[in-house]
Each structure stands twice: as structure tokens, then as C-alpha cells.
């Protein structure tokens, strides 16, 4: 599976030339990746299309901002893997990728201050991936990663460390971090819920790239050019989508279109919320089964910026916190405020601290977990005073901590127009016949569907988006090339 939030860019441009939206070929909702593709795609046919996105920008869950001295991504920030991955293709002959370095210092850092070695924790970090990212033979179509992970890992630990009883309880202490790493992988809010088969299927090579921020914004910039054609509008809440096979209408508050094809690219999220009122007629109850099986849910990413850096500028150490369960059940009480679910804390979904070296002043706080639409509820200083409550209780004998003096983040869950971050399977969906998400991309009459969640292969990726809008484009360009 991937790690976490992936990031890619498409540079995409069309050529400008007025168009007339009375007689519609194709109405593509939403401007993040896989609608852009297709849109990209489609242009090239010459195919008469407009654009509908509800943000005031294009990007989707590609999102990056300025902040301290560079630009940072609030949404997808990896590109995994370059073998089979489009946006590697895209994208390896700019300049805009580097390699995420394989020996960059890892440590755990447990809630009681115990001291895990370096080198151990590395070790710990690659059993996790291992055990993870391969399918367990012996795993059942009812199990879920909590099942199977939790007894290959106990099982190993317990072998590879019998003589050792300080590094298997250091070990079996871990879980719950291990936990924390599904959720954000998965994007889901445990790890009960991803079914522990999975047909994901990583691009491989080169295991993982980033995006350098400070050239996203201008590689996204050429979209600017495609605006001002007519083509694209932003600020466009798509409320009523009728279709009847020959003629498809789309509504808003302040707007309405025909076409004789429409795109919906939207996310899971979206489908899960608002399908009731949005189709004309309805989905199928197939289709709708198939949308509430498959898993969606979100990660929270915190960029924190600070007056003067409290961290080490060169070899830094990502700072993960590993909360052993006695301090878990313990934390509530200790820290009272914030969320609480269950007597247990909010702050239990705070993990990680990782820096970001084209930015020295800036650290990003990763949170994972079933605590994600409560803490985007929460105010700044309330996240900034956890979050330094938490480090000073991990690390602050051994740093001069301090708090930050700003904030930023992307409330993905609470937003309407994503509702989350990226899909994942869940048993339920992988069970279905076909799969939930082949279900889901299954055209209906002149409706049809792209997004990260339909790609069988590379969901929850920014390059499964956008091969499935390619996909759709392809579709509806041969359908067109039929009709007329």
C-alpha cells in the first residue's frame, strides 16, 4: 500500500479558444486530478467540454500554499514508486522530484521515555512494512489488517527476540504506534476496518519520491490558462445531476448545463454523503451498496512554523511517538482538554513529527485516527498547546522545546467538497461481486465516473486519479465518436 498522502501534479494545457456551452458534449464535475486529465485528454479530440469545480481553485486534494519560507502541501505530497506510475512519467524530467532518502535517521521515542535505540527503531520500522505491505497467505476474506497484522507480528517478535525479553517488550509496546501507521496509510479511523487482502499494487523501483513545494503552485499555474477560455469554472456547487441516457442536465444554485455526457470526479466522500440528492434518477441500490462498503475516511496533517528552529538544522530525526497503552488510558485525565471518546484522548492520534529541509523553521505534526473530524473542529492555539504538551512530554529532556507561533492545515473530513483524504478497501467491498470499486466506475447510461476510489490497482493515489480520468476519457470519447 502506499504511503501516506500522495502528491503528483499533472501539467495539463489546453489550447484556448472560445466555446459554447448550448451544445455540450461533456460536462466534467470537479478540477482535481482525474477531472483535469480527462478534460486534458478529451481537449485534444476536440471534444466540446466545460469544467465544474465547487472550490475556488483547481487541484483537489492537490493543494500546496505558501508558508515560512517555502510552499508546503496540505493534501497529497508523495509520488510512489517509478515503474508504472504516470506521474513519475510526468514529472522526471522537471526538476520537481527528489529521492526521500532511505538512511534518513528514524527513532521511536516511547510516552514513559524509554530509550530505543536508533537502530532498533529502524529495525521495528521495517518488520512494520514487511508485515504490512504483503498480503499474509494465511489471511481470510473476513480478516481484517488488526487480525492479521497483530498475529504475524506478535508471532515474529516472538521468535525473532526470544532471547532478548527487553527488545520484545519494546516491541509488543509498539502496536498501538503501529496502529497509528495503518490509519494514516489507510486513511481509515482503526485499523478494524481495511480488509487485510488487498488489491493494491504499488509502482515499483524507486519506492517513494516528494514533490519540492516551492514548484507546485507555478506547476499548477498553467491551469490559469485554461480558465480564461470559458472552459473552466470554480465556485461551482453542483447540486442535481438528471440523465436519461440521450441528454444529461446539471444543476446548481445560480447555474444550469446540458451535455450529452456527464463526468462525475468528485470523491468517495462526496458519494457517500450526497448521493440521495444528487442523481436523477436515483443510483442503483447495487451502486449504492457498492458506495457505502468501500472505505473512506482522513488523515490530518499539521504544518507548524516556529520563530527559530528548537531541532537539530542537519540529520534531523523524525519524531515518532509511540504511546504505550497504560499511558493511553491515562492520558485523558492527565491532559483534560480537547476531544475525548471512550476516556481516551485526542492527542492518542498524534504520532509523528517529520521536518521539512526546504523549509528550516517548519515541522509537520501528523495525526491518524478515529479523532480526525474532532480535531478539525478544534481552534489553533488548542492543537498548538497539545501538540506541545505531547513533545514535551516525549522529548523535552532532551530539546529546548517551544511552541509554534502559526499554524496551517486543510480540514479534508469536514470539508463538503472532499469529506476525507483517500479511499480504502474494506472487507465488505472486496467481497462484493464484482468488487465495490468496479461497481462504483461502472458507467450509468450517460453518467460516469472516475476518481482514485474506481481505480482497481492504484486507489488513494493521485496517479490511480488520474489514470481513471484517462480511463473515462477514453470511454466517452469512443461514445461520442458513436452517437454522432
Known sequence: MSLLLKLPLLLLIFTQKSICTEDLDVIIIGGGASGIAAATKLNKHGVNLILLEAEPRLGGRVYSVPFGDAKVDLGAEWVHGEKGNIVNEMLKDTGLLHHHPDDKPYKIFPSNRDDVSGEFSRELLNLFLELYDTND???????????????????????????????????????????????????????????????????????SHIGTEKDILQHWSIMKDFNTTGRVFTDKVVTRIEYDGTKAVVKGNDFKYEAKYVLFTPSLGVLKHDHQNLFEPPLSEQKVQAIKAHGFGAVAKVWMHFAEPWWPKNNFTDITL?????????????????????????????????????????????????????IEKMSDEEIMDGVFYALER?????????????????????NPHFRGTYSYQTVASRKMQPDAMKIIAEPVKNLHFAGEATNFQHYSTVHGAIETGYREAELLRKALIVKA
Open 137 to 207: 497467505p494465511n489471511a481470510t476474506a473476513d480478516e481484517t489488517i488488526n487480525d492479521t497484522f497483530v498475529r504475524r507480528y506478535v508471532k515474529t517478535i516472538k521468535e525473532k527476540y526470544a532471547k532478548d525479553k527487553i527488545k520484545m517488550h519494546i516491541a509488543l509496546k509498539a502496536l498501538p504506534l503501529f496502529e497509528k501507521y495503518v490509519c494514516s496509510l489507510e486513511a481509515s479511523p482503526t485499523w478494524h476496518e481495511p480488509s487485510a487482502i488487498s488489491d493494491h499494487v504499488e509502482c515499483q523501483e524507486i519506492p
Open 322 to 374: 509511540s504511546w504505550t497503552c497504560e499511558d493511553r488510558m491515562t492520558l485523558a485525565a492527565e491532559y483534560p482538554k480537547g476531544p475525548r471518546k471512550n476516556g481516551q484522548s485526542w492527542l492518542n492520534d498524534f504520532f509523528s513529527v517529520i521536518d521539512e529541509p526546504a523549509n528550516p523553521n517548519v515541522l509537520a505534526a501528523w495525526f491518524s485516527g478515529k479523532f480526525i473530524p474532532e
Open 394 to 414: 516525549f522529548v523535552g529532556h532532551l530539546y529546548k522545546l517551544q511552541k509554534p507561533d502559526k499554524i496551517l492545515r486543510n480540514n479534508w473530513y469536514s
